[in-house]
């Protein structure tokens, strides 16, 4: 499918994104406050709540902890701009640009994010894991053995928020005004991802509507499994259904870019 | 005092000029401005589908919390959007030397020369939002509590514009790559529900450092007739004028330490 030097490509666009951050390593600093930050909001709540009752849904007061903590862990991981680049680079005309190199852009941008993912990982992710870990009190995977099928699947869903900002991102082709939309998507995939709240607490209609859409696997799917709450075969169905959805959001994505720059118009640039 | 506010009205116009030339954008940035609006507030109804309340605070209180702090941060929001990008925009770009040049106060020209209509909506949500609770909560709205209301929600974006302003003001004597901006933005959610949920330090931090419950909760704890938070409430004004004059200084201070790029 891909020759060698294709996917020497890539991983150049993924040194990239990698090297492109690094310039702005200090803002790590302030992100693992920021995280920390977000945490603690959604720990004073629960506190509040789980002190009339031991369990709601399934979840103790200590599962619901370690759920937000490992949920902001692994957002910190996936979380990217591709949006918000795609964006400004169609506002400022410089997608032109993207339209000259003769790669595929999705797997360009997507390239660039793992990149930036990676940087993020060792610049974020784990020293908010640290700080978090000794600031509130975290459990531990329930299951060591279950530890690589967790990791397999953050990586998944690090793939649907980069495609699904893609999609997004692209929109900003045919909308002039695309910054709300973006503000939108965001709190959309805070909601629905199961980041704030376990998707097993919204009420039933909701849960089956969620059924069809790709954003519980950004943060329930990986998050049940670290904590034990999925089975062997729910974790593979799991790890399966992210697959099934980084295929289809691949494929959406792809076709959504190719008629969209068909109505791009850049002047001058 | 007369010359500002006529600025003031030609930097709207102007505004509106450009905004209304395009006009299915404007209605495609209201809309999608209100849809993040509601779902930020999702959280809420999913954790109320499952507890019936929050420390003592029903649904519709917390719901007429969150309504309350839509009213002074989307007052705030409409002219917020040059605080952000001030430190790209005008240091790094350069924009900020022909302010200078320009015989009018800075912190006037940079505050007003972009707004963000589309905020407006988070104001009439927060209306809308409140006027529910309060039919459902039994609570009475006088000529007189408006009118205290109102001036409560003043000093409310006073307070988030002194608290950004200073942090504005960093990128006098900082690059703006230190990003001190989304963690102090991130405390806003902290002030959507009751403070005594949380630890002492959160408490003080929030009343006393980064004074976010001066803008939001303890308006609302007056308004939900609790009783306890009263003392705080009449402090709102005191804290908006001070934090406001502090923050103004700092931006003094800053205007005289500027070095300009040269671009």
């Known amino acids: ?269 | 005092m007369r010359k500002h506010l006529t600025l003031l009205s030609d930097y709207f116009t102007q505004y509106l000029k450009v905004r209304l030339s395009y006009k299915g954008d404007l209605v495609i940035a209201v809309l999608t401005s209100f849809l993040a609006t509601v779902l930020a507030l999702a959280f809420v109804l999913v954790l109320f589908s499952k507890i019936p309340t929050l420390q003592g605070w029903s649904f519709e209180e917390v719901l007429f919390l969150y309504g309350f702090s839509l009213l002074p941060l989307g007052l705030f929001n409409v002219v917020s959007l040059n605080l952000y990008d001030f430190g790209n925009l005008y240091i790094m770009e350069g924009k900020f030397d022909r302010i200078l040049l320009r015989p009018v106060n800075s912190l006037f020209q940079v505050i007003f020369e972009e707004f963000r209509l589309e905020s407006l909506q988070e104001v009439a949500t927060g209306i809308a939002i409140v006027a529910y609770c309060s039919v459902k909560l039994n609570l009475s709205w006088r000529v007189q509590d408006l009118v205290l209301a109102s001036s409560v929600v003043l000093c409310g974006s006073l307070i988030y514009l002194a608290v950004f302003l200073s942090l504005t003001s960093v990128s006098f004597w900082l690059e703006d790559r230190v990003g001190l901006v989304p963690p102090v933005f991130n405390l806003l959610t902290f002030g959507r529900y009751p403070i005594s949920i949380y630890n002492g330090f959160v408490q003080f931090l929030l009343s006393w450092i980064i004074p976010f419950a001066f803008a939001s909760f303890y308006p609302s704890a007056r308004f939900l007739r609790r009783r306890d938070f009263d003392l705080y409430f009449y402090l709102i004004p005191v804290v908006a004028g001070l934090f406001f004059t502090l923050s103004t200084l700092v931006w003094r201070q800053g205007v005289r330490n500027y070095q300009s790029t040269g671009s």
């Open chain 1, 1 to 269: 499918m891909f020759r060698v030097s294709e996917v020497l490509t890539y991983l150049e666009f993924a040194r990239v994104g990698f090297v492109n951050i690094l310039a702005y390593r200090l803002r790590y600093y302030t992100g693992v406050l920021t995280y920390s930050i977000n945490v603690a909001v959604y720990y004073f709540i629960w506190k509040a709540i789980y002190a009339h009752s031991s369990e709601i849904e399934g979840f103790d007061l200590s599962d619901m902890i370690t759920y937000v903590a490992m949920g902001w862990v692994v957002r910190s991981f996936y979380f990217n701009n591709i949006d918000h680049d795609l964006a400004v680079q169609v506002m400022e005309g410089k997608i032109a640009m993207d339209l000259i190199k003769p790669v595929n852009a999705q797997l360009m941008y997507v390239s660039e994010a793992m990149g930036e993912s990676c940087f993020r990982l060792f610049m974020l992710s784990l020293p908010t894991l640290v700080v978090l870990s000794l600031v509130f009190p975290l459990k531990g995977p329930a299951d060591w053995r279950l530890l690589p099928a967790f990791f397999a699947s953050v990586v998944l869903a690090f793939f649907l928020v980069a495609l699904v900002n893609f999609l997004v991102g692209t929109c900003a082709i045919r909308l002039k005004s695309v910054l709300g939309l973006l503000r939108a998507k965001h709190f959309l995939i805070e909601i629905l991802s199961g980041l704030l709240i376990p998707i097993s607490f919204f009420p039933g209609w909701a849960q089956r509507l969620m059924d069809f859409l790709p954003f519980q696997f950004i943060a329930y799917g990986p998050l049940l499994i670290y904590l034990g709450k999925r089975d062997a075969a729910g974790v593979a169905r799991t790890l399966a259904l992210q697959l099934l959805w980084v295929g289809i959001l691949f494929l959406l994505g792809h076709l959504w870019w190719r008629s969209s720059i068909r109505k791009l118009a850049v002047h001058g640039g």
